[in-house]
């Protein structure tokens, strides 16, 4: 299976300030199509997790453009460029190139 | 605007079996693969299993091989999970997302499953 695997696992951010995830597999994401499956999830605190970004860099419908993800192969980074108090929980790296799906262990993020 | 709502969860006993289903709205259901997601209590998230828009293609994780099935009714709008020989480690909030291109784009509220004596 690959191991997704981010960090750091808690940041404390002050509202307005960047805020900065890594997650890196244990394989490359790059499937043979050539696209690479690599998703962001929030689970804000008592909600289900809800998708921000698809194949590595794509903001999903609605999400703010303060989130941007990057990265290729086995390394990426999802950034918040200024984090607001709606941003606090829980994110979550997937991969889905390959079987099973994965996720990171997840990252929690906390307001000053 | 697009919806799936979770239900089936509850207390049972090891060894047992429970069916969930979750309901799809909003989008055209038979053409979107879909997937179970669980998180067990204070956890991190769990792919399950995953069926195609068909059905010609379903997969598992290898922690519930065996023992859990999927199945959808497209007639019905309808996703299913049936989980037998259920363990303590089943425990859980299980969540149903539409799949898109791989990416899991809705998600449900979830249920609880909760597998003790």
């Known amino acids: 299976d690959v191991v997704m695997t981010q960090s750091p696992l808690s940041l404390s951010v002050t509202p307005g300030q960047p805020a900065s995830i890594s997650c890196k597999s244990s394989?490359?994401?790059?499937?043979?199509?050539?696209?690479?499956?690599l998703y962001w999830y929030l689970q804000k605190p008592g909600q289900s997790p809800q998708l921000l970004i698809y194949?590595?860099?794509s903001r999903f419908s609605g999400v703010p453009d303060r989130f941007s993800g990057s990265g290729s192969g086995t390394d990426f980074t999802l950034k918040i460029s200024r984090v607001e108090a709606e941003d606090v929980g829980v994110y979550y790296c997937?991969?889905?190139?390959?079987?099973?799906?994965?996720f990171g262990q997840g990252t929690k993020l906390e307001i000053k | 605007e697009v919806q799936v709502v979770e239900s089936g969860g509850g207390l049972v006993k090891p060894g047992g079996s429970l069916g969930l289903s979750c309901a799809a709205s909003?989008?055209?259901?038979?053409?979107?693969?879909m997937n179970w997601v669980r998180q067990a209590p204070g956890e991190g998230l769990e792919w399950v299993s995953s069926?195609?828009?068909?059905?010609?293609?379903?997969y598992y994780a290898d922690s519930v091989k065996g023992r859990f099935t999927i199945s959808r009714d497209n007639a019905k709008n309808s996703l299913y999970l049936q989980m037998n020989s259920l363990r303590a480690e089943d425990t859980a909030v299980y969540y149903c997302?539409?799949?898109?291109?791989?990416?899991?784009?809705?998600w449900g509220q979830g249920t609880l499953v909760t597998v003790s004596s």
């Open positions: 194949e590595v860099f």
């Open positions: 997302a539409r799949g898109t291109n791989g990416k899991f784009d809705y």
């Open positions: 394989q490359s994401l790059l499937h043979s199509d050539g696209k690479t499956y």
């Open positions: 069926i195609s828009s068909s059905s010609s293609y379903i």
């Open positions: 997937m991969q889905a190139t390959h079987l099973p799906r994965t």
């Open positions: 909003g989008f055209t259901f038979s053409s979107y693969s």
